[in-house]
Nanobody, 119 residues
Framework: QVQLVDSGGGLVQAGGSLRLACLVS????????IGWFRRQAPGKEREFVA?????????IYGDSVKGRFTISRGDAQNTFNLQMNSLKPEDTAVYYC???????????WGQGTQVTVSS
């Protein structure tokens, strides 16, 4: 079992920055990958934002955030951050961190944190 707590959301003006944090506990080892997803509106599909393997070897970004967002391992090794720069109103969403085992589905999810970007 993996437990995740995501935090750091808030209200920011377009062009601004926010940093989200995902605190990971439980069964953590090099086989898992941490991902960030977002849901922009109720009923809309969750969109992949970024992911990083536990050992940091593999990092992937969604097309809509490439060059603006950075996923990184925090100073506390069980924390994964999502640095979001040059935010746009269309980045407004509930952001979730999630974990999956190697070759598995994202089975573990945080509770979500709201990000609102005003124009």
């Amino acid at each position: 079992q993996v437990q995740l707590v995501d935090s750091g959301g808030g209200l920011v003006q377009a062009g601004g920055s926010l940093r989200l944090a995902c605190l990971v506990s439980g069964r953590t080892d090099n086989s898992i990958t941490i991902g960030w997803f977002r849901r922009q509106a109720p009923g809309k599909e969750r969109e992949f934002v970024a992911s990083k393997s536990w050992n940091g070897g593999i990092t992937i970004y969604g097309d809509s955030v490439k060059g603006r967002f950075t996923i990184s391992r925090g100073d506390a090794q069980n924390t994964f951050n999502l640095q979001m720069n040059s935010l746009k109103p269309e980045d407004t969403a509930v952001y979730y961190c999630a974990a999956r085992s190697e070759n598995g589905a994202y089975d573990y999810w945080g509770q979500g944190t709201q990000v609102t970007v005003s124009s």
